[in-house]
């Protein structure tokens, strides 16, 4: 029984949301967007125990002063610092009554001055990371390679003025291999193509390990329950 | 490998240490933002298109910009809003302003403090703009706006009821709107809104994403998206349309434009670090068949 | 039946009667001095295939409209909820249009509609239809399609299933990443040194994400064999608590349960770049020897590889976001691109329905290859013969794959 409910919901729950998609009548045009709704309060109350489990394992760290205890110390101030700056609206101009993202009040400050920073920061790791991945990876090992590379020049270069210059000089027939140009078809052609297929494959592997889960094949994700 | 106990300068080249790397490309970054080095970029078809669909709308149509991304794009996402918002209120038309995402609220608030308030005082909150928040859902939300927005927007982000607004008679679905313009920058953005707004419901969807993101939204293009600006450059191009035209925003409307000297710089490290990789390893690959 | 008979003529007579008789547009201020003739054929109707949203109009041209006066700029559309009603301007759609969907209705209510060409310094009488009336339909035919390709495709899959359960051998070609997971897992236990695996940044409702748990649970297999620390952080609480449950199931099948603990799967965040520098963290400090990331990512793709490549670790990823795929590609040591990562559980299990529905997926694949042949095929027999029967054909293929 422990199996087999969760195996029949599965099914029950997939077959309708496939069949609504086919049907305009009530109750079935709004099944998509009533499960994501019930998906979404799930996932709130999922986040209490994501929540308590992330306490649970820093308050461990810092309890049995484990190694580097003192980031969980900082991970767990950060936590209670910005949830009780929401939740009790510090320093919010209009009080209770006030928005806690207001102008003013403490959990905006902390949004402005440590949040956006923060991740600015981690996102222009990738400016670094990809120099030095391109430094690594982008050598013309096969003629496959070779390809890529030159195409990864002419992309590199288009906004450069450096790649307008190369070519500009290219009389009429041959303007295409103007690195603009070029580049602006080797978006839209080749790359456009490879997108295509990939994600054609893409869906094709979607349905195929959807129907997996909708017709019980694929148990993994039931733990425990999913085997016999 | 060393050649006997020295290191020769193949070697060094092939195990720089990627700290090297990372210190060219800081300079690279820094050094043309202090010289204040600027590019125009001509716009490309992609962008120009997105350009002309604003362009050519009669004033008063209903634009609905959504904000779905965060602070860690602003620096490519927030130009492409300005420009967007600029361009919309010099036309006349109205702009509708929403969020996926919880952090889009904030962006278009910002947008909001930085552009509108300073900008277009004349502009009245409720008749030519309204900013309407930040509902949860994702593509779900999306679904329920195509048949009600009022059911989901009962009130603007401030708390004032939706019906006191004269820019929201006459919208009852997302077919009410003239053109959506999804500015995103991961999931859900500018695809899902392509996916459950524009295809489904025949309503012209256009929009900007980051630089890594915009390959997978050219397949839409030109059918299911009016045009597309593709990262910080694709804001840049649009920039240098809406200069062309609106030479009044000159001065104001460069922020894409500035920050593109660093990554027109950054882009010829790269392609120089590159050269020199292929360097090292065509001399490693003759040194290595030599012995 | 005499009194049905008069009401009935009447209504039809108000249909017909002129203008100046029966109904006036509201705004029937404007002087008609300029002669218009009226659009004909007016018909209202449920619009097919929704959900009682709206009503259809479609109408034939005024014989002014692009002929004759030729100055026509507006057809005007009127709607009342009676026939002897007043009627109120809805909507104005340009000269040249001959189709209109009212979406201001109320399911249930009848209808009746007029339309009225305007020209300047004049319009003409209206013409009318109706009544309409909104209804939920059963079918959506615009999908019809839709379900023509979902029936193939589903046939395709549980054909192959059926025919696994035969004892048919299927081939499955190798897929490199797949086989490495084996050679990292052993890899980590010499060395002595605990396995990271990544399962995404998305929810348990991402198809990615069920993908990359499943995996996990086979990497947590080997790991129990051969006593190798494994860690899972996980960006989202539900795929923590499913991990779980995977992670335990996969230590008591490999009759270990006394090495699996519930913080082997923990939760760090919701927040991509905060989840992103809590993993470069754990990966700079723990230094596993083996790092997986199967599942959906995004921009956080690059700074883990090489992250990961920093530290030494072997690296297989996969993913089906065709934008991270080149970043995996250029810092990983191997990795499933796209479907691959879908394959993995029927690989790694060699379960045989699974292996079937591989086979089912490759033949759906068949079948769109054919159908991009035939269009562009035909796509170009019409531009270079300019046959129209060829042209149709390519058009019926066309609006086949249109979901509109």
């Not at chain 1, 009533?34 to 489990?53: E, H, P």
């Not at chain 2, 790397?21 to 970054?29: D, K, T």
Request: charge should be negative.
């Amino acid at each position: 029984m422990k199996r087999t409910i969760p195996l029949v919901i599965t099914f029950v729950v997939g077959l309708s949301l496939i069949i609504a998609m086919f049907i305009p009548h009530s109750p079935f045009h709004e099944l998509d967007s009533q499960f994501s709704i019930f998906y979404d309060v799930i996932a709130v109350f999922a986040f209490i125990l994501g929540g308590g489990n992330l306490l649970k394992v820093h308050f461990n760290k810092i309890q049995n002063k484990r190694r580097d205890w003192k980031y969980s110390l900082v991970t767990v101030s950060a936590f209670l610092l910005m949830l009780v700056a929401g939740l009790f609206k510090i320093g919010v101009p209009d009080g209770w009554t006030g928005d806690y993202q207001a102008t003013g009040g403490l959990f905006k400050y902390l949004y402005d001055a440590t949040f956006q920073p923060l991740q600015a920061t981690m996102f222009s790791l990738l400016a670094f990371f990809v120099a030095s991945a391109s430094y690594r990876a982008f050598r013309a090992k096969t003629r496959e390679a070779t390809i890529l590379l030159v195409a990864a020049f002419v992309i590199l270069l288009r906004p450069t003025p450096l790649g307008y210059y190369l070519t500009f000089w290219l009389p009429e027939p041959l303007k295409f291999l103007h690195i603009p140009n070029l580049s602006t078809w080797i978006l839209s052609v080749p790359n456009m193509a490879g997108q295509r297929a990939i994600m054609i494959g893409i869906a094709l592997g979607i349905v195929s390990t959807s129907l997996r889960l909708i017709l019980g094949i694929e148990r993994s994700y039931l733990g425990s329950e999913g085997r016999g | 490998m060393a050649n006997g106990n020295k290191t020769t300068l193949l070697d060094r080249f092939s195990n720089l240490d990627r700290r090297v790397i990372f210190l060219l490309i800081a300079l690279a970054v820094i050094i043309p933002l202090i010289v204040n080095y600027t590019t125009y970029i001509p716009p490309s078809l992609i962008v120009q298109t997105l350009f002309d669909k604003v362009e050519d709308m009669p004033p008063g149509a209903k634009i609905l910009i959504s904000f779905d991304y965060g602070p860690s794009t602003v620096p490519e996402n927030q130009p492409m809003a300005n420009a967007l918002v600029r361009h919309a209120l010099e036309k006349g038309h109205r702009v509708y302003l929403m969020a996926l995402w919880p952090t889009g609220a904030r962006q278009s608030q910002q947008l909001i403090e930085e552009i509108i308030d300073v900008e277009y005082p004349d502009k009245v909150e409720g008749e030519d703009w309204i900013h309407l928040g930040y509902k949860a859902g994702n593509q779900g939300l999306i679904n329920t706006l195509m048949s009600d927005v009022k059911a989901m927007y009962t009130t603007d982000i401030a708390g004032t009821a939706i019906d006191e607004f004269p820019m929201m008679d006459g919208i009852n679905t997302l077919r009410d709107f003239d053109l959506i313009l999804a500015l995103g920058s991961g999931f859900p953005g500018t695809k899902e809104w392509v996916q459950f707004a524009g295809d489904p419901g025949n309503i012209p969807v256009g929009g900007g994403t980051t630089a890594v993101m915009a390959p997978l939204l050219f397949p839409y293009y030109p059918k299911q998206m009016v045009g597309l600006m593709g990262g910080l450059q694709g804001a840049a191009e649009y920039e240098a349309a809406l200069i062309e035209r609106y030479p009044q925003l000159s001065e104001r409307s460069r922020i894409a434009s500035t920050s593109m000297g660093p990554q027109v710089t950054a882009h010829l490290v790269i392609i120089a670090f590159i050269i020199v990789g292929n360097i090292t390893f065509i001399f490693e690959r003759r040194r290595s068949r030599k012995y | 039946m005499r009194n049905r008979t008069v009401i009935t003529v009447l209504i039809a007579a108000t249909f017909f009667l002129p203008k100046a008789l029966w109904c006036q547009p509201p705004d029937s201020s404007v002087t008609e001095q300029v002669f218009v003739s009226p659009p004909s054929g007016l018909n209202a109707f449920d619009t097919p295939s929704d959900h009682a949203q709206s009503l259809s109009l479609e109408w034939e041209l005024s014989p002014d409209d692009g002929g004759g006066a030729d100055n026509v700029t507006w057809y005007r559309i009127l709607r009342s909820e009676s026939a002897e009603g007043e009627f109120t301007v809805i909507d104005e759609v340009p000269a040249g249009e001959t189709e209109y969907t009212d979406r201001g209705i109320t399911e249930g209510t009848s209808y009746y509609y007029g339309i009225v060409a305007v020209a300047p310094g004049g319009m003409s009488e209206m013409v009318g239809a109706g009544p309409a009336v909104a209804v939920q339909n059963w079918f959506s035919r615009d999908r019809a399609n839709l379900m023509v390709i979902a029936i193939i495709l589903v046939f395709a899959i549980t054909y192959y299933i059926y025919l696994s359960t035969t004892g048919r051998e299927l081939y499955i070609r190798k897929i490199a990443g797949l086989e490495a997971v084996n050679e990292a897992v052993g890899r980590a236990t010499e060395m002595g040194r605990p396995i990271l695996f990544v399962p995404g940044i998305q929810d348990m409702d991402n198809v990615q994400t069920v993908a990359g748990v499943a995996i996990l649970g086979h990497i947590a297999q080997r790991t129990a064999t051969y006593e190798t620390q494994l860690e899972v952080p996980v960006s989202r609480s539900i795929t923590m608590s499913v991990g779980r449950e995977t992670v335990k199931q996969a230590y008591l099948e490999a009759g270990r349960p006394d090495l699996y603990n519930d913080d082997m799967v923990h939760y760090i965040t919701d927040e991509q770049f905060g989840y992103v520098a809590a993993v470069d963290g754990i990966m700079v400090r723990e230094k596993p020897a083996a790092c997986f990331y199967l599942g959906a990512f995004f921009a956080e793709s690059l700074i883990l590889a090489e992250t990961g490549n920093s530290i030494g670790a072997i690296q297989v990823a996969g993913t089906a976001m065709p934008t991270q795929l080149p970043f995996f590609v250029a810092a990983c040591d191997y990795t499933l691109i796209g479907e691959e990562l879908f394959a993995a559980s029927a690989y790694l299990t060699e379960d045989k329905k699974m292996k079937g529905s591989l086979k089912g997926q490759d033949a759906g694949k068949a079948v769109a290859m054919l159908f991009v042949l035939l269009g562009v095929g035909l796509g170009t027999l019409a531009v270079i013969t300019g046959s129209g029967a060829v042209q149709s054909a390519y058009d019926f293929i066309l609006s086949f794959f249109s979901v509109n």
